[in-house]
């Protein structure tokens, strides 16, 4: 008898111990194979049902990535596309309760008016998306379009304020809480009018530069300054509180704060649902990832990683910006020193060159000592399409936290590491390691379904 493992919620270590999980059994041989699971924090957010849809609200909905997404989503609804770069296809993630494609309903705010369809249009120029799959799925995208609802800007910088042209409320005459509540209106909307059983917010918007404001660490105390005009809190963290009241898990795909403090954490576990981030790692960091523990394994001292990343999409545009870029420099430039244990000396660049539009060129130089402490070089180059990357992880992350919030996952889910340059919850860059914490986890939920 192979040995059992143990459930999500027997599991006691971090990163992988899910508080306050539900893996109830009394729906066990119903024939509806999404009820196996009974979810205690029914609130927005309900175990799935077959024939019950889902909502994915993307906060900048108008941006590459969200648009890329919205277009995939349609593309693998309509079976026009294959499955490539989705994690949660592959295998093992089959045994997951995972919504299925054609379930899901994309909406969203963005701070620009609607313009899906332009910027899918843009993308085929770009050679990101193929002309003759736009002209497939132009129906839904305009749908998709109509979905969408001005959103708020608060503490976000000079260069994403300059991108708006939606009207912003004024930070210092408006309350962060008048804000909260008219998102929150704006997602109780979709969720009634599209008769979805909840929704997932993820947070693709424009990074914001870094916030570092005092705040309370308690979410009561947190909460009173919300109705005090004035108050500092980033956009991103108005989203995420917006999600977290109404029981929607929230995903945080920027370097963005969102739900990255201790009172914003303590409402999802108030409001018993869930949240991840922070930053989507889909290139270099991704390759600084497996690359550093391959160092450490082998006794290598890496003494200098220096990378230089070239683009030149609204998100590069955004981040030439040095307010905003250091909120990217920061969640790229972490990982060594955890993966390696020590330091090396690091510099990373982003520049903003236009004519790359979405496609992006890291170029990586890696100095490091060996036997007898001889130098060598490794060098590597990255060209990819950011929109490609990233936007099939945002469609895994949405169908993976319906799944945790669905089995009462409450706060932060660390096992979702390894899409994240700086996950929250964890100090594991490792990416081997992190996905294999994420089947780990798959492989907890299905074992309590088959128990
Ligand atoms: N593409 C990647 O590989 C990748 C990887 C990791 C993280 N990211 C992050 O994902 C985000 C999106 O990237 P992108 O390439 O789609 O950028 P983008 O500039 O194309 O899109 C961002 C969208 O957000 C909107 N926006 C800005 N501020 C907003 C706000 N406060 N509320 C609502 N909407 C707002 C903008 O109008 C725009 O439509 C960025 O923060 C980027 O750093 C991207």
Known sequence: MPERRPCVNELSHSPLAPENLACDNRYKGTTEAFLVFACTNQQAHTAPMANEKLGIWLVGACGNVATTATLGL????????????????????????????????????????????STATRLTEERVVPR????????????????????????????IRQIADVHLPDEQSTTPRELIERLKGDLKEFVAQN???????????????LFDAELPTSWPEFAMLLDRPGTLVAASTIYA??????????????????????????LAKRKKTCHAGQDGKTGETLMKTVLAPMFAQRHLKVQS???????????????????????????????LANTLGYDPQTLVSIEFIESMGDWKTAWDHVHFRGFLGTFMTLQFTWQ???????????????????????????????????????PLGTSEHDFSKQHRALVEWADAITDCAND
Do not use: M
């Not at 989705?86 to 008016?113: A, C, M, N, T, Y």
């Not at 008769?195 to 530069?209: C, D, I, Q």
């Not at 509180?241 to 201790?262: H, Q, Y």
């Open 132 to 159: 003759e799959l736009l002209d497939q799925c132009h129906d839904e995208l305009l749908a998709a379009e109509s979905r969408i609802r001005p959103g708020v800007a608060n503490q976000s910088g000079e260069a």
């Open 305 to 335: 990683w220096v990378g230089h990343n070239i683009f030149g999409n609204l998100d590069g545009r955004i981040l030439d910006n040095p307010a905003n870029r250091e909120s990217k420099v920061a969640t790229k430039d972490r990982v």
């Open 241 to 266: 509180i917006a999600a977290l009241e109404l029981g929607l898990p929230f995903v945080n795909f920027t370097p963005s704060v969102g739900a990255a403090l201790p009172a914003v954490e303590d």
């Open 195 to 209: 008769r979805l059983r909840g929704a997932v917010v993820v947070n693709v918007a424009s990074t914001e530069p």
């Open 384 to 422: 990819g399409c950011d929109s490609a990357l990233a936007a099939p992880l945002v469609l895994d992350l949405a169908r993976l936290i319906d799944v945790a919030a669905s089995q009462g996952q409450t706060g932060v889910v660390a096992a979702f590491a390894p899409f994240f340059k700086r």
């Open 74 to 117: 349609v593309a693998l609804h309509k079976r026009l596309a294959p499955t490539l770069g989705l994690v949660s296809e592959l295998p093992e993630f089959s045994q997951l309760p995972l919504v299925p494609w054609d379930q899901l309903v994309i909406g969203g705010h963005d701070i620009r008016k609607p313009q899906v369809l």
